[in-house]
């Protein structure tokens, strides 16, 4: 079965309107970011949508395409990159968004929220990045 341009398009717009609320958000100053809670956890879920779509675009990729598969989340963006759909370099820093998501939804440690507030604001091109790279694919 071919590549569902619709569907990867329906997750591309998840992603562009979360990313959108997300710009919004990061107007904001680091101290205004973590002094109110709301800001905060706004912040994770969106990046967590984020990070869901994307996932979810890689594994119908790496599924149509037939493209050998690993068993976790993290390695859809490396084998991207090992066939092309993305550059290896970007497919290697990309891939441990999947970590932090899970960090953040599953609680499974302490996660420094400074850290995560710069980390976000650091990697938040590459989402845009990677929203371009996926569009050269379906069209």
Same mark, same amino acid.
């Given at each position: 079965?071919?590549?569902?341009?619709?569907?990867?398009?329906?997750?591309?717009?998840?992603?562009?309107?979360?990313?959108?609320?997300?710009?919004?958000?990061?107007?904001?100053?680091?101290?205004?970011?973590?002094?109110?809670?709301?800001?905060?956890?706004?912040?994770?879920?969106?990046?967590? %949508?984020? @990070?869901?779509?994307?996932?979810?675009?890689? @594994?119908?990729?790496?599924?149509?395409?037939?493209?050998?598969?690993?068993?976790?989340?993290?390695?859809?963006?490396?084998? %991207?990159?090992?066939?092309?759909?993305?550059?290896?370099?970007?497919?290697?820093? %990309?891939?441990?968004?999947?970590?932090?998501?899970?960090?953040? @939804?599953?609680?499974?440690?302490?996660?420094?929220?400074?850290?995560?507030?710069?980390?976000?604001?650091?990697?938040?091109?590459?989402?845009?990045?990677?929203? %371009?790279?996926?569009?050269?694919?379906?069209?």
């Amino acid at each position: 079965m071919p590549i569902d341009a619709i569907l990867i398009l329906r997750k591309l717009k998840n992603m562009e309107e979360a990313m959108e609320e997300l710009t919004e958000l990061l107007k904001n100053s680091d101290q205004a970011m973590l002094q109110d809670f709301r800001n905060y956890h706004t912040a994770e879920r969106l990046f967590q %949508l984020i @990070v869901d779509s994307m996932v979810d675009i890689n @594994v119908h990729i790496i599924r149509e395409m037939k493209y050998k598969a690993d068993e976790d989340l993290q390695s859809t963006f490396k084998i %991207l990159g090992e066939n092309g759909v993305l550059s290896k370099d970007f497919a290697l820093k %990309l891939a441990p968004v999947v970590g932090l998501r899970n960090r953040i @939804v599953h609680r499974y440690d302490s996660l420094s929220r400074p850290l995560f507030i710069k980390v976000l604001r650091q990697g938040f091109l590459d989402f845009k990045k990677y929203a %371009l790279a996926i569009e050269k694919i379906i069209h």
